[in-house]
């Protein structure tokens, strides 16, 4: 049996001055090495729930544990075993990319000569080599999602939890990152994942949680949920699963 | 420790891009020197080389009003303009405004015969006091009318009163020369020789000015000794733009974001920070005195002397820049916008800079500033700084100054510290 990446028991979290919680009592397990997608309509929870994972977001209830280690007790060092993109650009766009990959390289406890081996890969796997000094606000909106990519993996992390990461970008950049985080899966990286790109997710994601009001409405394999409601694609899914009403939070 | 370096060398590479707050921190403190030291400088000229303009109407016909005139040519303050005696109120501020003078004077038409006329009555006074038998003079006969002194409202109450001062000198210097005349006439019965009248009264008691040094040393403070230091420190606390604005930009970029979930803690970004910034307000000290010892001689300002101590002076400036810069960190935690950041900054550093004595003279603020003058930080940096560069002590005479600023700053980290809890950005 795989070792579990994430295991999420029985988590309650209220955002400050709510009386009413906004997550309780979820329950969630992803085996080490998924591709796992995380869906839902706009306020489902799924921000909120990465960042608890990540430990932006600190929970009173329950637990989380990545590679069996429980964050609350662990201090920041427990963050090495993971990587995070965030939905909007985490990186210093005054730098260029290899001055990027060198600091968040060292914050990520690499050592100098690790920086200057991963950064070399990173930047001629992404394209990225040829603009290695220039600084990343003179980049298009593609080049910098995919420098915010580098920098998320530059510590080769063992999980590695993706906000949106293909938003605002190009059919050949969304491409090229899918294709890429492929590549990370199979040499045993945990991928978890969401966004609305469903037909994107659907070609990414073996498995998925539906989450809607802070609650898990459909969990299994992708296309075992297909199967059971008779859906022929994420999108119909998601649709047949969370309704078609606007969503205002 | 390599991570420390690995943050020292992003936000040195961030600091060297940002022109704008480059500029801000040593461009605009360089003017300000600059300025601020010309103008006190021209002030100071103004007193003691430059001659103001003095319109003059003496309505007066007598010799003594002449004289008065000559006393007054003679202090060196004044460019004197004669005017028409017959001049009426009106046209003599209309000549002020033409011939852009700042002072007018009118001597009233009986001045010389009314000073005539007081000097007799006090030395029949004094006859009759000593025994002696004094002309009879009725003392109504010596009320002299005043001398009017018209001003323009831009000239500063201090630099008035220094005026009237000079004026009233004057005014003296000819009444006793009357009196002293009428005395030896009513004792003698023959004029006061000339050469006995210059030995009375020009033989005045000098005064010697002593500035109270530390070191022993003669050196006049001028006005770069008093500028350079005050605006050093100014600059210094001016990075708060810089590094105030840069902290809010982190925190609201992804960036910062990306931070919280490495595995690092986020107080090693703001060592880094006071580290890299502590070095920017010291290449700011070191910028502004250069500029102060070479350049000011090159414009026509006295050049800056530094003090003798120069590692107290390098310890002081130290202890300046980490109060600085935790002020500004300070600002960048409790800031929730660049702009809250920018605005409350640098309207708080002109404040602390006005109640620490940057720009009114501390012994010239009232009593109940004096108080809130201690709660500023600029106050405890200044006070050091003038230990070093006027009073030529040395670091162990400006400690009584260090102090307190190390107490204002470890209270200013602490609520830095506590910010960061509270807002949990640590």
């Given amino acids: 049996m795989k070792r579990l990446a994430v295991e999420i028991q029985d988590l309650g979290f209220s955002y400050p001055g709510h009386s009413t919680p906004f997550i309780s009592n979820f329950n969630l397990q992803i085996a080490e090495g998924e591709r796992f997608g995380l869906f839902g309509p706009n306020g489902a929870g799924k921000t909120t729930l990465m960042n608890l994972m990540t430990g932006l977001l600190s929970f009173s209830v329950g637990s989380i544990k990545l590679l069996g280690n429980e964050i609350k007790k662990h201090d920041k060092s427990i963050n090495k075993l993971f990587g995070f993109i965030p939905q909007d650009l985490s990186l210093y766009q005054e730098l260029s990319p290899v001055e990027n990959l060198e600091f968040f390289g060292a914050w990520s406890g690499l050592h100098k000569h690790e920086i200057k081996t991963r950064t070399k890969d990173l930047l001629g796997i992404l394209g990225l080599a040829e603009v290695r000094d220039t600084p990343v606000q003179k980049f298009s909106g593609g080049m910098k999602r995919r420098v915010n990519l580098a920098i998320g993996v530059v510590c080769n992390p063992q999980i590695l939890f993706l906000d949106e990461p293909t938003v605002g970008v190009d059919v050949q950049t969304r491409f090229a990152i899918i294709d890429y985080l492929k590549e990370l899966n199979k040499n045993g990286t945990t991928l978890i994942y969401t966004s609305h790109q469903l037909s994107e997710a659907e070609g990414l994601c073996k498995k998925i949680a539906l989450i809607d009001e802070g609650k898990i409405i459909a969990h299994d394999d992708l296309d075992t949920l297909l199967a059971q409601y008779r859906q022929d694609g994420l999108e119909g899914l998601f649709l047949k699963l969370t309704g078609k009403n606007y969503r205002n939070s | ?426």
């Fill in chain 2, 1 to 426: 420790m390599f991570k420390l370096w690995a943050t020292i060398i992003k936000d040195i590479r961030i600091l060297i891009r940002d022109k704008v707050g480059l500029s801000l921190m040593f461009g605009m403190p360089i003017l300000l020197v600059l300025i601020v030291t010309s103008i006190q400088n021209s002030t100071f000229q103004l007193i003691n080389k430059n001659k103001i303009p003095l319109l003059v109407c003496n309505r007066d016909t007598g010799k003594i009003s002449f004289e008065f005139i000559q006393v007054v040519d003679t202090l060196g303050m004044f460019k004197l303009v004669q005017i028409s005696k017959d001049q009426s109120e009106k046209l003599i501020i209309d000549s002020m405004h033409t011939r852009d003078a700042l002072l007018a004077m009118v001597i009233p038409v009986d001045f010389s015969v009314k000073t005539e006329a007081k000097a007799k009555i006090v030395t029949s006074k004094a006859l009759n006091a000593f025994g002696l038998e004094g002309d009879t003079v009725s003392s109504n006969a010596g009320n002299v009318g005043p001398v009017t002194l018209y001003y323009q409202p831009i000239l500063q109450e201090s630099f008035r009163r220094s005026i009237q001062g000079a004026l009233y000198s004057a005014l003296q210097l000819v009444e006793s020369k009357q009196i002293l005349r009428t005395l030896y006439f009513s004792i003698n019965e023959k004029p006061l020789p000339v050469k006995l009248e210059n030995e009375l009264m020009n033989n005045k008691i000098a005064i010697n000015e002593v500035p109270v040094t530390r070191d022993g040393s003669r050196n006049i403070p001028n006005a770069t000794q008093h500028n350079v230091p005050a605006w050093t420190i100014f600059a210094m606390f001016f990075v708060v733009i810089s590094l105030g604005g840069s902290i809010v930009r982190e925190k609201l970029s992804g960036s910062f974001t990306r931070l919280k979930t490495l595995p690092t803690n986020y107080f090693v970004a703001l060592l880094s920070k006071q580290l890299t910034y502590l070095a920017v307000t010291m290449v700011q000290a070191a910028v502004i005195f250069t500029i102060g010892i070479w350049v000011f001689p090159f414009i026509g300002l006295p050049a800056l002397n530094l003090p003798a101590d120069i590692v107290g002076l390098v310890f002081v400036s130290l202890i300046c820049g980490w109060c600085a810069v935790s002020y500004a960190i300070c600002i960048g935690v409790f800031a929730q916008t660049q702009e809250q950041a920018n605005g409350f900054g640098a309207v708080s550093i002109v404040i602390l800079a006005a109640i620490g004595g940057l720009m009114v003279p501390s012994f010239a603020m009232p009593e109940s500033f004096r108080m809130i003058m201690k709660l500023s930080p600029l106050h405890w940096c200044l006070e050091a700084y003038y230990g070093l560069f006027l009073e030529g002590g040395k670091l162990k005479d400006v400690f009584i100054s260090i102090i307190p600023l190390l107490i204002i700053t470890i209270f200013i980290q602490l609520i830095t510290v506590l910010g960061l809890k509270v807002k949990k950005l640590i």
